[in-house]
């Protein structure tokens, strides 16, 4: 999933018609490609007709409106050339601000439109922005931007924002950054049961199949230490991974951020396989699922 260490960069963004992947659809597309110095190779920008009215409170957002849409071509005559520009998963690198979001929308509108989903990582900046800053009163978009003076013009359109990720990439170092540091998620597949983020394929397992899972967990309420659960899924919030699992020590689920997670050993009714993990620490308490907003 992960490009080449001398691959490009993609920043890209979508508007859509609201927060729903499952029922809303995209409205704008926009990306820009660059390399490891911040030299652009190329933009792309469109408005699309999303075939559905748009939502007062998205248009309070953005400002597109469905009369700067009716002439717009519909998203089967523009995602061809939008992956084109994406080019080879190996050689590109997608990056998108609170990715989750975008990962999910452009693996919908492919699906409706028989496209399978590429094999590139979508690299979050969130959680990035989140490490590097974390005194910062928030890490929205608009919030860093102003921060690190990246410009305010067209905010929430599509190409404005993208040229907004790749300010902030090269601001908080992406480049240079490990990738098994960087949290990723892949472009949604609908086919898949279980969709996670990138590097989490044991444990997707497990979820599928119901085995436990032993983790060693830095943080929560019981501090570091060992916990055996029985992984549900998966989340994010907020730019924030999680493991939503039966805790076997509290006999409920909670919600468990991967980033906490430093090791652990799928329980197969076979065996047992072990992967470790060594990310960035957050602190921040597992909690009851559904707990947080």
């Not at 013009?153 to 040229?163: E, K």
Request: aromatic letters at 8%; one cysteine or more.
């Amino acid at each position: 999933m992960f490009a080449r260490p001398d691959c490009d960069f993609v920043a890209f963004d979508l508007e859509t018609t609201g927060l729903a992947a499952e029922s809303d659809r995209v409205v704008e597309l926009g990306a820009v490609r660059f390399d490891r110095a911040g030299v652009e190779g190329g933009r792309f920008e469109t408005l699309v007709n999303p075939g559905r009215p748009m939502s007062p409170s998205a248009q309070a957002v953005h400002g597109i409106s469905d009369t700067h849409l009716a002439d717009a071509p519909p998203i089967g005559e523009i995602l061809p050339a939008f992956l084109d520009f994406l080019g080879p998963p190996d050689s590109t690198m997608l990056l998108a601000h609170n990715a989750w979001f975008d990962a999910g929308f452009l693996g919908r509108e492919l699906a409706r439109d028989g496209l399978e989903p590429p094999g590139h990582a979508v690299i979050d900046t969130l959680p990035l922005a989140r490490q590097r800053l974390p005194r910062l009163s928030n890490h929205r978009l608009d919030t860093l931007a102003t921060f690190f003076g990246l410009g305010l013009d067209s905010c929430h359109r599509a190409l404005a924002d993208s040229l907004r990720v790749k300010g902030l990439w090269l601001a908080l170092g992406g480049p240079a950054e490990p990738v098994e540091r960087l949290t990723g998620y892949p472009i949604l597949d609908v086919r898949r049961k279980v969709s996670g983020p990138l590097g989490w394929d044991e444990i997707g397992e497990a979820i599928v199949r119901g085995w436990r899972v032993r983790m060693q967990y830095q943080g929560g309420t019981r501090g570091a230490g060992e916990r055996e659960v029985t992984p549900k899924g998966f989340s994010q919030r907020g730019g924030v991974a999680y493991l939503v699992a039966l805790c076997h020590l509290d006999h409920f689920e909670k919600s468990f951020r991967l980033d906490r997670v430093k090791q652990y050993e799928v329980l197969r009714s076979f065996g047992q396989t072990m992967t470790r993990r060594g990310d960035a620490d957050c602190p921040t308490d597992p909690e009851p699922r559904g707990s947080r907003g």
